[in-house]
């Protein structure tokens, strides 16, 4: 939904991101390498508990310096525009407000395949209330929000065990 009309993101703000995420990304790999490997009780290095997060904080690695050289290639490191900068800030903020709201307002409150629906919702909405058709908009983030909701649920449920808040 997302990209019709709307102009792209400034390089220097996927600039900043990107040394955020990179920054994330090292600090996840870095508390998974603290975590016990559980060798010494005969387990196999690949089950350890911070081989998932490790892997999620190389990806996050990867992709930031990816977003950074394309940032860089955009002309991040020319002037920017007065007032884009406080524009992003606020959609970056209005995102985190509404992460926080779903991880202290929603889950365990309600069942977690309604949580998520509402949050995906939700989130879709706040960045998608310009332009026409808030209708047709609504209906289309209704239903992102449900299947997603669901399945992610089913997913972690069924698949891999592990029972949702």
Known sequence: ???????????????????????????????????????????????????????????????????????????????APVGVAAQNLGRVGLAAVLAVGFAVGLVGRVPFWLAAALFIFTFIMAFELRGGGLARKAAIAMGIGLVTGVGITLLFERVFLIRMP
Not at 34 to 46: I, N
Request: aromatic content about 8%; cysteine-free.
């Open 1 to 79: 939904m997302a990209g019709h009309g709307d102009p792209a993101t400034p390089p220097r703000t996927d600039l900043v991101l990107a040394a955020v995420f990179f920054v994330f990304a090292a600090a996840v790999l870095m508390a998974s390498a603290s975590m016990p490997t559980f060798t010494d009780q005969g387990t196999p290095l690949y089950v350890a508990p911070g081989v998932v997060p490790a892997f999620h904080g190389v990806v996050l690695a990867i992709l930031s310096v990816v977003l950074g050289v394309r940032a860089v290639l955009r002309g991040a490191l020319r002037a």
